[in-house]
C-alpha cells in the first residue's frame, strides 16, 4: 500500500502532513488526555510490567490472587500465575453483585424489518447471568465438562453471546466458527478439537436469505463421527431435518432444540474457578499451509488485556450513557475481544447487529447509529470502501451526531477511506482509531488513544501499553525509520497466543524461529511487513507471507489452491491476491486443468462454487484464468510474483532468470479471463 493519499503531486504532500490531534474538549474528558501522559504511562509500562499490569488486574475480580504477574521463557508466557477468576464472571455476575443488574449488556437488533421496524432485544446484566446460569447448565446435562471444547457456530443473535460466556462460565472452552464457513470447515475444526458438541441455529438472516446453519452442521456431521449432541436455537424456523435416533457411533439422540433444554434448566450455576492460565477458547485462523491453526487463548491474561484496550482504545465510560458497537462477527476474534470478552466487564452495552450491512437499504447501519445513539462505532475498512462507493446520501439522511470514537481493524486502511470516513461519519469531530492486531494477538496492539495521540491517515499509530514493537531483520536489529521490515514484538503481552491447538511445532516454526538476535533472543514474528516514521508512528504494508487479507480477514493461499485441486477438472492451482477496490485485496486463481477438461464460463462458475462449498463465500476468487502450465522456477517453485503482475494487469518488471520456461508467461497473458 502506498502510505501517500493519490491525487496531484502537491496533493500528496500536503496530504501527507496532515495531522489530527484530538480537540480539547474529548482530551478533557478521556481516560488518556495527553501524549505526554501517554508516553510517560508506555515508559512505565515496559519498564516493570509487573507493577503496571498487577494494578490493572486489580480493577477485575479474581477468586485467588495472582502469586506472580508473569512467568516468561520464551515462547511460553504465564500471566497473573497462581491466580483463579472467571471471564464469564466478569462479564456478568460482576455487574449484578454490583447492583448493575438492570442496567442493559447487549443491545441486539435483527435484520428483518418487515413492516418498517427491526426488531430489537435488550438484554440486562440480569438477563445475561440467568441465561447463561441456565445454559451452563443445558451443557453440564448434555455432559460437557471443564476442559471439553465446545463447537459453536450461529448467527448473529444474543443466544451466542450465552452460549459463549456459558461455556466461560463453566470452563469449557468453546471453538466458534463463523456462519459463513462450510461445511466441510466445520468438520475439519470439529476433528482438530475433538469437540464433541455443538451449537447451532436452525439458520440466519442474511441480506433478506435464510442461511441454512443446522443443514450444513448436518453435512459436517456426516464428515465426523465424533459430534454426540447438536443444539439448536431456533431463530428463523425453516424447515430442519432432525436427527432423532441414536446414530452408530452414539447411543443417545443427537439433535436437541435450545428452547426445550432451557425449559429443564435451573438458573442456579456459579462459576467455575479458573486457573488463570486455563484455555478459555481456541479461534482458528490461516496460515500459510493448507490446515488452519487453532489458537489458543488463556483465561486471566486475556480478559486482563481485552479489558484494558477496549476500555483506554474506544474510551469507554461506564456513566455517559454510552452505547458501543462494533460491527463484525463473534466469529472473529474482533467479535471475541470487542463484542464480548473485552466490552462486558466495561458496563457499556454492546450493540449486536445480526445482519448485512445494506439491508433493507444501504443506509441500514446508519438507521442503527440514529436508533441506539451509538457512540463508539468499529468497523473495518472493506466496509468503509463499500459505504463510500454506496454514496454520502445514505449517511447524510441520517442524524450521527451521537458518535464520539470511531474504529477500524482488519487491513491498513487507505487514506482516502480514513479522510471519508473522519468527514463524512465523523463529521470531523470523532478521533478515529486504527487498531493493528492479529487473532493471535488478542487484543490491540497498536493503535492511536482517542483523547492521546494525533492521528495520520492511514497510520496505526503508537504500540499500546506493555507492548514492545520494532520493525528488525531476521537478526532482530531494528531498521532505521521509514525503512520496510519485519514487524516483531519483543516482550510478551498479557493476551498474546499460548499455542496451537495440537501443534508445539508449527507454533515455533510460525512465530518464534525466524527472528533470532546474536545472543539468541527470540521475538515474536507478526508475519506483517511495516516501517515506523521519524515520529515513531507505525505504518503496516500488509502480509509477508502467503497470507492474503481478504475483507480484513486472512486466507492462506494454500488453503484456496486445495480447495481447487480437490475438483477433478484441476490438476495444479496458484492462487495469489490481487488489487479489488471493495475488499482490498481480491483472489486471482490459475489453474491447469486435466486432459480433456473444457476451460469455460461454465467451469469457473463451478469452481467458484466448489471453493465456498470447501471453506466458504469469503474464498471464492474473483477471477479465475485456465492455463496449460504455470511459471515455475527451476526448483519447482510457482512464482506468485509473476502471477500478481498477471492479475493486475501489469507488465512484469523484476526478475524473470530462474523462470523455467519464459512462454508460459505470455501464454497465461493471452489467455482471457
Ligand atoms: C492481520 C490479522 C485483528 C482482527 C482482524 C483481523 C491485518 C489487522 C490491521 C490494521 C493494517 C491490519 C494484518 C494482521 N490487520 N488490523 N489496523 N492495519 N493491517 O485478524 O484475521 O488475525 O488478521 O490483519 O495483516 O496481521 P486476523
Known amino acids: 500500500m502506498s502510505n501517500k493519499p493519490e491525487g496531484t503531486g502537491i496533493d500528496s504532500v500536503l496530504n501527507e502532513s496532515r495531522r ?22 508506555h515508559a512505565r509500562s515496559i519498564e516493570d510490567p509487573g507493577s503496571f499490569w498487577a494494578e490493572i488486574a486489580g480493577h477485575l475480580d479474581w477468586f485467588t490472587p ?7 521463557e520464551a515462547p511460553d508466557a504465564r500471566w497473573f500465575v497462581g491466580g483463579t477468576t472467571n471471564l464469564c464472571h466478569n462479564c456478568v455476575d460482576r455487574q449484578v453483585n454490583a447492583s448493575m443488574g438492570e442496567q442493559t449488556a447487549i443491545i441486539w437488533e435483527g435484520e428483518p424489518m418487515d413492516g418498517g421496524e427491526p426488531e430489537i432485544r435488550r438484554l440486562s446484566y440480569a438477563d445475561l447471568q440467568r441465561e447463561t446460569a441456565k445454559f451452563a447448565n443445558v451443557l453440564k446435562s448434555l455432559g460437557v465438562k471443564k476442559g471439553d471444547v465446545v463447537t459453536i457456530y450461529m448467527g448473529m443473535v444474543p443466544e451466542l453471546a450465552i452460549a459463549m460466556l456459558a461455556c466461560a462460565r463453566i470452563g469449557a472452552p468453546h471453538s466458534i466458527i463463523f456462519g459463513g464457513f462450510s461445511a466441510s470447515a466445520i468438520a475439519d475444526r470439529v476433528k ?7 451449537i447451532t441455529c436452525d439458520g440466519s438472516w442474511r441480506r433478506g436469505n435464510v442461511v441454512p446453519l443446522k443443514d450444513n452442521v448436518d453435512a459436517a456431521c456426516r464428515q465426523v463421527d465424533t459430534i454426540e449432541h447438536v443444539v439448536v436455537y431456533q431463530r428463523v424456523a425453516n424447515p430442519v431435518e432432525w436427527h432423532h435416533e441414536p446414530s452408530e457411533s452414539h447411543n443417545n439422540k443427537r439433535d436437541h432444540w435450545w428452547h426445550d433444554l432451557m425449559l429443564a434448566a435451573s438458573a442456579d450455576c456459579p462459576c467455575e474457578p479458573m486457573d488463570s492460565e486455563d484455555l478459555l477458547f481456541v479461534l482458528y485462523t490461516s496460515g500459510t499451509t493448507g490446515k488452519p491453526k487453532g489458537i489458543m487463548h488463556t483465561t486471566g491474561g486475556y480478559m486482563v488485556y481485552t479489558y484494558y484496550t477496549s476500555r ?3 474510551d469507554m465510560h461506564a456513566n455517559l450513557n454510552q452505547v458501543y458497537w462494533c460491527t463484525a462477527d463473534i466469529g472473529w476474534i474482533t467479535g471475541h475481544s470487542y463484542i464480548i470478552y473485552g466490552i462486558l466487564p466495561n458496563c457499556v452495552p454492546t450493540l449486536m447487529y445480526e445482519g448485512a450491512p445494506n439491508h433493507p437499504g444501504p443506509d441500514r447501519f446508519w438507521d442503527i447509529v440514529e436508533r441506539h445513539e451509538v457512540t463508539q462505532f468499529y468497523t473495518a475498512p472493506t466496509a468503509i470502501r463499500a459505504f463510500m462507493k454506496w454514496g454520502d446520501e445514505h449517511p447524510k439522511a441520517h442524524d450521527l451526531t451521537s458518535l464520539r470514537v ?22 470531523e469531530r470523532c478521533p478515529i482509531v486504527d487498531t493493528w492486531w492479529q487473532t493471535e494477538t488478542g487484543g490491540h496492539m497498536i493503535t492511536p488513544l482517542p483523547g492521546a495521540t494525533p492521528t495520520k491517515p492511514g497510520s496505526c499509530t503508537l504500540p499500546f501499553f506493555g507492548v514492545d514493537v520494532a520493525i528488525v531483520n531476521e537478526k532482530g536489529e531494528e531498521l532505521p525509520n ?8 519483543r516482550r510478551p503481552w498479557p493476551s498474546m497466543l499460548r499455542g496451537i491447538l495440537g501443534d508445539r511445532d508449527r507454533f515455533i516454526e510460525t512465530y518464534w524461529s525466524d527472528i533470532r538476535t546474536e545472543s539468541g533472543e527470540i521475538y515474536y514474528k507478526a508475519g506483517d511487513g511495516a516501517r515506523r516514521d521519524d515520529d515513531g508512528y507505525f505504518w503496516i504494508m500488509g502480509r509477508i507471507d502467503d497470507v492474503i487479507n481478504v475483507s480484513g480477514h486472512r486466507l492462506g493461499t494454500m488453503e484456496v489452491e486445495s480447495a481447487l485441486v480437490a475438483h477433478d477438472t484441476v490438476v495444479e492451482a496458484a492462487v495469489v491476491g490481487m488489487h479489488h477496490e471493495i475488499k482490498g485485496t481480491g483472489i486471482a486463481a490459475f489453474c491447469t486443468l486435466a486432459p480433456g477438461v473444457k476451460p469455460d464460463a461454465d467451469l469457473r462458475d463451478t469452481l467458484r462454487s466448489h471453493v465456498a462449498n470447501e471453506i466458504g463465500a469469503i474464498a471464492k ?3 479465475i484464468r485456465f492455463t496449460d502450465a504455470l511459471p515455475k522456477t527451476r526448483s519447482g517453485k510457482i512464482m506468485r510474483r509473476l502471477l500478481k503482475d498477471i492479475a493486475e494487469g501489469r507488465e ?3 526478475d524473470t532468470t530462474t523462470l523455467e520456461d519464459l512462454s508460459v508467461l505470455a501464454k497465461i497473458r493471452e489467455s482471457d479471463e
Open 482 to 489: 521509514n525503512t520496510g521490515g519485519l514487524l516483531a514484538i
Open 621 to 623: 476468487p474473483d477471477m
Open 66 to 72: 495472582w502469586d506472580k504477574v508473569l512467568e516468561w
Open 652 to 654: 512484469s518488471t523484476g
Open 406 to 427: 470511531l474504529g477500524t481493524v482488519g487491513e491498513p486502511i487507505n487514506p482516502e477511506a480514513w479522510m471519508w470516513y473522519h468527514q463524512v461519519i465523523g463529521q
Open 192 to 198: 482438530d478439537a475433538d469437540s464433541r458438541v455443538i
Open 312 to 314: 483506554i482504545a474506544f
Open 20 to 41: 489530527f490531534a484530538p480537540s480539547d474538549d474529548f482530551a478533557g474528558r478521556a481516560h488518556m488526555g495527553s501524549l505526554d501522559e501517554y508516553h510517560k504511562l
